[in-house]
């Protein structure tokens, strides 16, 4: 324990009795932990640990890739990649790399004890290694894992392995878990805030958070109800999906992505709220059109649901709907542009600084805005009738994904890591980490672009010889930004074990109540007293 | 910080609130100012949700003609 604190934290003028007091230790300290912060330091590795499964599955695909004709894998276990990939990257690294962050920060930043139901957080979590354990173990099931794409379409899914059975379980069990953080968060957010901690007071990060959770669970029990659909059509004699039985394939994309639209949405706001925390931090100004913001993120919260079909444009619709889903998608993205106006608005005549998690959220801004317009691009019907299923597509969701979300997530951990650990990260290492992954990601997925339009088609294992060149130069990227994201497990590590000693407030420009109100590192009770917000 | 007594918002005053929130677009002053209760939002939000959906498609329907 470090000498007590000379910084005020109002009702913890003894914290150094709070930071022994009920704190268990050893394994029961997590199996058991009702704690926001352990168990938000939980979801935060656990997601590591699945972006390196993850990882290393992209890898097997960029291998398999690197030349034409099949090398190293069959193509069954190469389908089976791209599927798990997808939904070991939504399901198990970005969506719970988030709620990570909203376990460590929601509480400290609206004034509160903890979350409102701290048992439930912990099944929260726990239920997330199971489902891992079956989405990896799936790969050993008879026939392999289910080489269906992430999105499960039927008539594969219903027809695929037992692997797929373990594939639906899994997502039950993540979507149930999701759910429940999910009424955990909006009870915490909308009961547990600090005298004074009006909603429109709220840090951005936390109104993000509030939208994200009604959206998780508006769309979870509509994913919950396609798989069970697939589950009763594979095992129980139902006609669902089956035209046979008088069903229709096309239902299943249809439930899939009025779940699947929203879940862009789920894993992209919260990083617009980890962004809206970093940049003004970083520019000393406060938070441009901070309402403007907030109206915004609830709009495209609304508006997500309205849009789903754009994704099936090719599977057979009426030109009416086609039209309609254009132009609906085409108005969606005027809240996201509004967005990204207040971002460089915030920025604009500010005192900027570059430190690494600056760095990291104005590469979000500017790749995301990039995978925002190839989206726009995917939206207009006839050019999609051309693009469906291409390369094409897989770069612009790696845009939405990598550099929007995940970069995102890089700059939040290094922005709240001085608070979670107490110690500073490396800051060259940290922009080496930034550079090498900016670089390394765009020699990966902006090729792609290139493929897409000459009309490589995505989930293929083997490909025509004109598309060489530019899958040699992505499989070169793709191994340089698995390779850099070792080098941030070794910053994080360093700053855990070795870090220099963090001041309270590291970053001059951050306002909310973490840094203004808490030592670092955070104490293990933090606001057992809420703090009076004026 | 003195508080300003807030005025309860009239329904064309929601109504401009969803419509604003529609575009993204909101001055800070304008929420400061007014007393809403959540379900005059929610329900005015529903039904411009509607309202945004019937647009579209009737817009789609002129196209078409």
Redesign the interface.
């Known amino acids: 324990m470090e000498a007590v604190n000379t910084h005020a934290d109002h009702g913890h003028h003894d914290r150094g009795h709070d930071d022994h007091d009920h704190k268990p230790t050893g394994l029961k300290r997590w199996l058991m932990s009702t704690n926001h912060k352990d168990i938000g330091t939980m979801y935060l590795w656990f997601s590591f640990f699945m972006f390196i499964v993850g990882g290393i599955m992209a890898l097997v695909i960029r291998s398999e890739l690197f030349q034409p004709g099949l090398q190293i894998v069959k193509p069954e276990f190469f389908n089976s990649m791209t599927t798990y990939h997808g939904l070991i990257m939504v399901f198990g690294a970005i969506m719970p790399a988030f709620v990570g962050f909203a376990n460590w920060l929601i509480p400290m930043q609206i004034g509160a004890a903890d979350m409102a139901f701290p048992r439930m957080n912990n099944l929260s979590f726990w239920l997330l290694p199971p489902a891992a354990f079956l989405l990896i173990g799936a790969q050993f099931a008879p026939g392999g894992g289910a080489g269906v794409g992430w999105t499960l379409y039927a008539p594969l899914s219903t027809q695929a392995g037992p692997a797929m059975d373990l594939t639906i379980f899994a997502i039950h069990i993540l979507g149930m878990s999701s759910i429940m953080g999910s009424i955990n968060i909006i009870t915490t957010l909308l009961n547990m805030r600090a005298p004074g901690m009006a909603l429109m007071k709220m840090p951005m990060f936390c109104w993000t958070w509030l939208i994200t959770a009604y959206l998780l669970v508006a769309v979870m029990p509509v994913l919950a109800g396609a798989v069970t659909m697939t589950l009763t059509d594979r095992h129980f004699g139902t006609h669902f999906f089956n035209a046979a039985g008088g069903g229709d394939p096309v239902l299943y994309q249809h439930i899939f992505w009025f779940f699947g639209h929203p879940e862009v949405y789920i894993i992209a706001i919260p990083a617009f709220g980890v962004v809206s925390q970093v940049i003004p931090a970083f520019s000393r100004k406060p938070l441009f059109g901070y309402a403007s913001m907030v109206y915004a993120t609830a709009s495209i919260a609304i508006l997500s649901f309205m849009v789903w079909a754009h994704h099936m444009y090719t599977a057979g619709m009426p030109v009416q709907a086609q039209l309609y889903f254009m132009y609906a998608t085409v108005l969606i993205a005027v809240p996201t542009g509004v967005k990204v106006f207040n971002w460089v608005a915030t920025m604009w005549r500010g005192s900027l600084t570059f430190e690494t998690p600056m760095l990291f959220a104005i590469g979000f801004l500017f790749l995301f805005t990039l995978g925002g317009f190839t989206g726009l691009v995917l939206s207009i019907t006839p050019v999609d009738v051309q693009l469906h299923d291409t390369y094409y597509v897989v770069a612009h969701f790696h845009y939405v994904m990598v550099a929007g979300a995940l970069f995102s997530a890089f700059a939040g951990i290094y922005f709240w890591l001085p608070k979670w650990t107490g110690r500073m990260y490396d800051e060259k290492l940290g922009r080496i980490h930034f550079w090498l992954s900016l670089v390394f990601f765009n020699l990966t997925f902006f090729v792609q672009h290139f493929l897409g339009l000459a009309g490589m088609p995505r989930r293929i294992p083997d490909y025509a010889l004109q598309f060489a060149e530019f899958n040699a130069i992505s499989s070169v990227g793709a191994f340089g930004f698995g390779f850099s994201q070792l080098l941030f497990l070794y910053i994080v590590i360093k700053t855990i074990t070795s870090g220099e000693k963090a001041p309270d407030r590291p970053w001059e420009g951050a306002d909310s109540l973490e840094w203004t109100h808490l030592p670092s590192p955070a104490p293990f009770h933090s606001f057992v007293e809420p703090p009076v917000i004026k | 910080?003195i508080d300003p007594i807030k005025q309860k918002a009239s329904l064309l005053q929601v109504v401009r609130m969803v419509l604003?929130?529609?575009?993204?677009?909101?001055?800070?002053a304008?929420?400061?100012q007014l007393e809403v209760a959540p379900w005059q939002v929610i329900v005015i939000?529903i039904i411009a949700?509607l309202s945004?959906?019937l647009a579209?498609?009737s817009?789609?329907?002129l196209?078409?003609r």
């Open positions: 910080m604003s929130a529609f575009l993204g677009i909101r001055k800070r304008d929420h400061d939000a949700g945004f959906v579209v498609v817009i789609v329907r196209v078409l």
